[in-house]
């Protein structure tokens, strides 16, 4: 069975990066899409983006796709000696504040099909 | 962007009702729509994908239909652990809809 799990700081200053971490089991990080994505109360659920590892040991294995509101500000990396893949968003406001998700992503279908717990992080001085 | 919306945005009902949760794309997306019950404090979890497909230990009573750009979830008789938040999600662009809470009558 898949599982996934969010780690990282809940509280981020204004103007700072947020900086998250999901840990997979039950599954490689190669081979498969995962993504982020977010909800809250303003803006219900939100998609971020998401990477593709290959596995390969070419100059650039992983593929990444963000959502155009968002990509400015996001980077989504793999680590896959960890079997994670960690989420920065940079220049956090007020507005980031939400309930942010980690998930496998079932590309050829666009889903969401396991998802973590969920991580609560609040962006306030 | 594609837009989702979903109607209504919640609705109350009894227990073995039969109950209606409609979506609509603001441009085609063929099949690629698939469906989420979410209950409080907890994610996601799928219920339909590929606009009718049952995913794995859904129980029957639910169903999805639709294609293009209007889009159906049918629950034919509505239980206890039903009730929920159920959210519409395009795959092109991975946008939700906005949810529709079914509550208890």
């Known amino acids: 069975q898949v599982q996934l799990q969010e780690s990282g700081p809940g509280l981020v200053k204004p103007s700072e990066t947020l900086s998250l971490t999901c840990a997979v089991s039950?599954?490689?990080?190669?081979?498969?899409?995962w993504s982020w994505i977010r909800q809250s109360p303003g803006k219900g659920l939100e998609w971020i983006g998401n990477?593709?590892?290959?596995?390969?040991?070419?100059?650039?294995?992983?593929?990444?796709n963000y959502n155009p509101s968002l990509k400015s500000r996001v980077i989504i990396s793999v680590d896959t000696s960890k079997n994670h893949f960690s989420l920065k968003l940079t220049s956090v406001t007020a507005a980031d504040t939400a309930v942010y998700y980690c998930?496998?992503?079932?590309?050829?279908?666009?889903?969401?099909?396991?998802w973590g717990q969920g991580t609560l992080v609040t962006v306030s001085s | 962007d594609i837009q989702m919306t979903q109607s209504p945005s919640s609705l109350s009902a009894s227990v073995g009702d039969r109950v209606t949760i409609t979506c609509r794309a603001s441009?085609?997306?063929?099949?690629?729509l698939n469906w989420y019950q979410q209950k409080p404090g907890k994610a996601p979890t799928v219920v339909i994908y590929?606009?009718?497909n049952l995913q794995s230990g859904v129980p029957s009573r639910f169903s999805g239909s639709g294609s293009g750009t209007d889009f159906t979830l049918t629950i034919s008789s509505l239980q206890l652990e039903d009730f929920a938040t159920y959210y519409c999600?395009?795959?092109?662009?991975?946008?939700f809809g906005q949810g529709t809470k079914v509550e208890i009558k």
């Open positions: 590929g606009a009718s």
């Open positions: 441009q085609t997306i063929n099949n690629y």
């Open positions: 039950g599954a490689s990080i190669n081979s498969s899409y």
């Open positions: 998930a496998r992503d079932r590309y050829s279908y666009g889903l969401f099909e396991y």
């Open positions: 990477i593709y590892n290959s596995g390969s040991h070419s100059s650039n294995p992983s593929l990444t």
């Open positions: 999600q395009q795959s092109y662009s991975r946008t």
